[in-house]
């Protein structure tokens, strides 16, 4: 059975940081690319960022490019998305998901397992 748990969310103030993990278990996670999503209350989910099953790949969404970074630790079996200079617009549940294949998706219908969330709130 897979499970992806997130850690790490929490309420900061605007110019901030926080560090979210994804701890990944039942699969193989070095085969399987990766991806952040987060959904803002009455907003759609929305790709945030995503690595490849090797690492050397990152893509990131336009709103957080600069300013977040994806990275992933095999060994670990986990996810992490750094964040720097939070602003009140990245207030929402951050999720982690594992993508069918080696790549990942900018739709959430490329990932095949989700976790539950994590909760963040940037405040000004």
């Known amino acids: 059975q897979v499970q992806l748990v997130e850690s790490g969310g929490g309420l900061v103030q605007a110019g901030g940081s926080l560090r979210l993990s994804c701890a990944a278990s039942g699969r193989t996670f070095s085969a399987y690319g990766m991806g952040w999503f987060r959904q803002a209350p009455g907003k759609e989910r929305e790709f945030v960022a995503g690595i490849r099953w090797i690492g050397g790949s990152t893509y990131y969404a336009d709103s957080v490019k600069g300013r977040f970074t994806i990275s992933r630790d095999n060994a670990k079996q986990t996810l992490y998305l750094q964040m720097n200079n939070l602003k009140p617009e990245d207030t929402a549940v951050y999720y982690c998901?594992?993508?069918?294949?080696?790549?990942?998706?900018?739709?959430?219908?490329?990932?095949?397992?989700w976790g539950q969330g994590t909760q963040v709130t940037v405040s000004s």
């Open positions: 998901a594992m993508s069918r294949d080696g790549s990942y998706y900018y739709t959430d219908t490329g990932y095949d397992y």
